[in-house]
């Protein structure tokens, strides 16, 4: 009897894992019939507050779109119908906000917002590393039974003075897409749980040499103090000893200040290879330096200095091969 009730728990449980992969917020096509086509177009006017280890950047700009008034609602303005998605904060500036009725009875809203969004930044290859910097517009109460969001790429652009310190900008990018979410929210007609989104894209590339080399100087010291210690003899073991302590205490330092300019991730990225790299040169110079003194205690001085010198080289010639290999990784 407790087999079969194991095996009936087993079989729930997998069952209510397959329905929490199945539901799942995604990206679809929604194949509705006389959808209304709003264009949507954005001007990026300032990017700034660029928050890696708190996951986030802020950003204004002004977004607007055409729409024909008597195919939808009473209330529709376009922009009290729209929300940013990804975004901790948002708001409207009431002072930059305009309707214009255009010739042909259609209306044209422009709209200026100020925005906290929320950026899952890619650091794998931090300093030289390219974000895609994402702004993500949907619609609100219409979905995608109704309207249909068409970016307008003509005239989307980024500010000429536009500028990020240390980053250079890419022309932007505008996609629009249907996305469904795993629950109708009770709505029992029209698209059930899928709605128009856009997604504005501002590519960045990092400009990385002067901060790899300041950001990871104490590792790079560490390298030059382990690659010394051949030039201290098996007579000079505290001496040996002292540059190990210092070059290990440039890589824990090293490590904190990196550690906090960096949010945690999964993936190995370049930083953690130079920081793996660093303290397995000081653990190998650590262990070389012990192996050299009791090869000599034990009177194999000539075999204790070819193997000094062979880790020496070892370290000089791999280490810096390793992080050049890191660096070639990188797609800048």
């Not at 397959?18 to 917020?25: I, M």
């Not at 397995?280 to 010198?309: E, H, N």
């Amino acid at each position: 009897m407790r087999i079969h009730t194991q095996l009936i728990g087993k079989f729930i449980g997998c069952v209510l894992l397959l329905l929490a992969f199945s539901a799942r917020a995604e990206e679809v096509v929604y194949e509705g019939k006389n959808r209304i086509e709003i264009p949507v177009g954005v001007y990026v006017t300032s990017l700034y507050a660029l928050d890696i280890p708190d996951k986030k950047f802020t950003v204004s700009a002004w977004i607007w779109s055409t729409y024909d008034p008597k195919l939808l609602p009473e209330d529709y303005k376009f922009y009290n119908k729209i929300e940013i998605t990804n975004a901790r904060s948002w708001s409207i500036i009431d002072t930059e906000n305009f309707t214009i009725q255009n010739d042909d009875g259609t209306i044209h809203t422009m709209t200026k917002f100020v925005a906290d969004i929320n950026q899952d930044w890619d650091i794998k290859y931090f300093p030289f590393d390219q974000q895609n910097v994402t702004i993500n517009i949907e619609s609100v109460e219409l979905d995608s039974a109704k309207i249909k969001f068409v970016p307008d790429m003509k005239n989307s652009l980024l500010s000429d003075n536009l500028t990020l310190s240390g980053w250079s900008l890419l022309p932007i990018d505008i996609r629009a897409f249907d996305y469904k979410y795993p629950t109708n929210f009770g709505i029992q007609s029209g698209a059930k749980g899928v709605y128009p989104r856009m997604s504005i894209v501002i590519p960045i590339e990092r400009h990385g040499n002067r901060i790899f080399w300041t950001y990871f100087l104490g590792f790079f010291v560490a390298y030059v103090i382990i690659s010394l210690l051949y030039f201290f003899n098996e007579t000079m073991f505290e001496s040996r000893v002292g540059l190990i302590m210092s070059a290990l205490f440039a890589c824990v330092g090293n490590k904190y200040t990196v550690d906090i300019s960096l949010p945690s991730t999964d993936v190995f990225t370049l930083s953690d290879l130079i920081q793996v790299a660093s303290f397995v040169i000081v653990g190998i110079g650590l262990f070389s330096s012990v192996m050299v003194v009791l090869l000599t205690k034990k009177g194999l001085q000539q075999l204790a200095y070819r193997i000094d010198l062979v880790v020496t080289w070892a370290v000089i010639i791999a280490y810096p091969s390793v992080i050049y290999y890191g660096v070639l990784m990188a797609p800048q």
